[in-house]
C-alpha cells in the first residue's frame, strides 16, 4: 500500500479518495466529533474538510479518543479508518471550567444545597480530573462540590471533598478526583459548604500568605479556587 500526504507551506493538503486507485491508501486529517462504544468496538464520526464521516472504525491506537482530538483518517478501498490521534485541546492548556476568589471571612449560612459559585457549560468526555482549595481556620469543616447536568437537567455525576474536621489552627486545604462521563455537553455547578466557625484566610496567624499563585490565578494570588481539566 502507498500512503500519499502533501504538505504545502505549514498546512496539509488533501488528496481525496476519489482522485486516486483503490490500491492507494489516502492520509487525511480530521477532528473526532463524536466516539461511540458499541459492542464492544470502538467508532467515530469525524469532522472533514468536506464534511463529517459517520461511523468510522477506529484501531487499537485511538483507545481512549474522544470529542475535538485531531486524528488520522487512512482509506484504503474507499473504506476509511482512524488509525492515530495526533494532538488533544485541553491538555496543559486552560482548564475546562476554573473559579476563584479572593475573599476572606466567615461563610454566612448556606441554604441546604450549599452555596451555588459558579455555573458553566463545557463539552466534554472521558475522565475529568476534579480540583479544589481553600486557606481555612477554626473550627469545623469546609466542603466543595461539582454537579455535572446533562441537557435536560438529570444529574450525570456528582464529586465532592471536605476537608479534614479542624479544631483551631489554619490549614491549606487541597483535594482532587476524577469523574468519568459521556462525551457530550454539561452544566457544571460549583457549590460550597461549611460546618462549625470555619472561615476563609489569606494568611496565617503570622502574616504568612495562604494565597495560591500561578498564571491563571495572579500574582495577588486567591484564597479559594476550583478546577476541571480533561485527565
Not at 24 to 38: F, K, L, S
Not at 102 to 114: L, R, V
Not at 191 to 219: C, E, K, P, Q
Request: with cysteine; hydrophobic share 35%; proline share 3%.
Amino acid at each position: 500500500m502507498q500512503s500519499n500526504l502533501i504538505r504545502a507551506g505549514n498546512r496539509l493538503a488533501e488528496i481525496m479518495p476519489s482522485q486516486v486507485g483503490a490500491e492507494a491508501t489516502i492520509t487525511r486529517i480530521g477532528t473526532i466529533n463524536t466516539v461511540y462504544d458499541t459492542g464492544g468496538y470502538w467508532t467515530a464520526d469525524v469532522d472533514m474538510s468536506g464534511g463529517t464521516l459517520m461511523g468510522l472504525q477506529m484501531t487499537t491506537d485511538c483507545v481512549g479518543a474522544r470529542a475535538g482530538d485531531r486524528c488520522v483518517v487512512e482509506t484504503y478501498a474507499k473504506v476509511a479508518i482512524v488509525t492515530g490521534i495526533l494532538a488533544r485541546p485541553g491538555c496543559g492548556c486552560s482548564p475546562l471550567f476554573e473559579w476563584s476568589s479572593t475573599w476572606s471571612g466567615t461563610p454566612a449560612t448556606e441554604p441546604e444545597s450549599g452555596y451555588l459559585e459558579k455555573t458553566a457549560t463545557v463539552t466534554c468526555g472521558g475522565l475529568i480530573l476534579c480540583e479544589v482549595a481553600a486557606a481555612i481556620s477554626g473550627t469545623g469543616e469546609y466542603n466543595m462540590a461539582f454537579d455535572f447536568l446533562d441537557a435536560n437537567g438529570e444529574r450525570k455525576a456528582y464529586w465532592c471533598s471536605t476537608s479534614p474536621q479542624k479544631n483551631g489552627g489554619t490549614l491549606r486545604w487541597v483535594a482532587s478526583g476524577s469523574v468519568r462521563l459521556p462525551y457530550g455537553s454539561y452544566t457544571v455547578k460549583l457549590t460550597t459548604f461549611h460546618w462549625g466557625t470555619v472561615s476563609i484566610v489569606g494568611n496565617d496567624s503570622s502574616g504568612n500568605s495562604l494565597r495560591w499563585r500561578d498564571a491563571s490565578l495572579g500574582v495577588e494570588g486567591v484564597s479559594r479556587y476550583a478546577r476541571l481539566r480533561m485527565a
